[in-house]
C-alpha cells in the first residue's frame, strides 16, 4: 500500500501565534516537518493550511500547499478537506503529521503506515512508547493507551492508566501521529463529538466510540517532543543548533 502524508498547519496558538512559521536553525518549523516527512515513503506530502502566510511560505521552499477552511475544528477535518480535494480513494492510505513535529523520524511514518497495510481490519494507526518515569506516567498532557495483545487500542486516556499507586510495568505514552483509511477518515468527520472524547479531549476516542478498531505499535525509536510551548521551541532550537 502506498500512502501520502498531509501535514495541516493553523496558524492561530494560543501559546504560540505563528507556530508553524516560527524559526528553527533558519527555517521555518513547517519546513522541517516537511521535510522530514519527505526521508519517508511516502508517494506524497502535503501540507494543508488555513492562512496565507503559511501557505506563501510553503510555496516558497517547494512544498505542495492547499489552502483549507479556517472554520476547521481539527486536524482531522482539515486532512478531509485535502482528501476529497485531490481525489483520494476510500481504500487510500494518509498519515498525518503534526506541523508542530519538527523532529518527527521519518521511520515513525513509515511504521504507522505499515501497520495499517498489515492490518486489513483496523480503520486507523498509531504508535506509542513506554513511559520511564512517573512524572509523565501522572501529567494530563501525556496521554496513555491500554492496548490488547494483538496491538488493539482498548482505550487512551489523560489519567494514569492502568491505574497504580506507582509506575506500573508495560505503561505507555500515546504518540500523536496516524494512519487513515481514507474511507473511514471521511465517515470519522461526520460523527459528532463522543461523550468520552468531551471529556478527555482526545478526538481519537471518537474512532473508538463507533467502533472503529485502532491499531497501536511501539515506535521505532524515542520520538523527540513536539512543540507546544516557549520552552518546547527553545529546546528544539538547542537541539538542532
Given amino acids: 500500500m502506498s500512502f501520502s502524508v498531509v501535514i495541516p498547519a493553523r496558524y492561530a496558538s494560543t501559546r504560540l501565534p505563528g507556530k508553524p512559521l516560527l524559526d528553527i536553525s533558519g527555517k521555518p518549523m513547517i519546513q522541517h516537518t516537511w521535510e522530514r516527512a519527505l526521508l519517508s515513503g511516502a508517494t506524497r506530502v502535503v501540507i494543508a493550511t488555513d492562512d496565507e502566510r503559511i501557505l506563501e511560505v510553503a510555496n516558497a521552499f517547494g512544498a505542495e500547499a492547499l489552502m483549507t477552511s479556517a472554520s476547521h475544528q481539527s486536524g482531522s477535518d482539515r486532512i478531509c478537506e485535502?482528501?476529497?480535494?485531490?481525489?483520494?480513494?476510500?481504500?487510500?492510505?494518509v498519515v498525518n503529521v503534526q506541523a508542530d513535529e519538527p523532529l518527527i523520524p521519518s521511520e515513525a511514518i513509515d511504521q504507522v503506515a505499515e501497520c495499517l497495510k498489515h492490518n486489513a481490519d483496523y480503520g486507523l494507526a498509531t504508535l506509542c512508547e513506554p513511559i520511564e518515569n512517573e512524572r509523565e506516567y501522572i501529567e494530563s498532557s501525556s496521554v496513555k493507551v491500554v492496548m490488547d495483545k494483538f496491538g488493539r487500542a482498548l482505550y487512551f486516556s489523560r489519567a494514569p492508566i492502568p491505574a497504580s499507586v506507582s509506575l506500573p510495568d508495560g505503561c505507555y505514552r500515546h504518540i500523536g501521529i496516524y494512519a487513515?483509511?481514507?474511507?473511514?477518515?471521511?465517515?470519522?468527520?461526520?460523527?459528532?463529538?463522543?461523550?468520552?472524547?468531551?471529556?478527555?479531549?482526545?478526538?481519537?476516542?471518537?474512532?473508538?466510540?463507533?467502533?472503529?478498531a485502532i491499531h497501536v505499535s511501539i515506535a521505532p525509536a524515542r520520538i523527540p517532543p513536539g512543540v507546544d510551548t516557549p520552552e518546547d521551541l527553545m529546546a528544539v532550537r538547542a537541539f538542532l543548533k
Fill in 82 to 93: 485535502v482528501v476529497d480535494a485531490l481525489g483520494f480513494h476510500d481504500s487510500d492510505c
Fill in 180 to 212: 487513515y483509511r481514507v474511507g473511514v477518515l471521511r465517515k470519522f468527520v461526520t460523527w459528532p463529538v463522543a461523550p468520552i472524547e468531551a471529556v478527555e479531549r482526545l478526538e481519537q476516542l471518537r474512532a473508538l466510540y463507533n467502533g472503529v
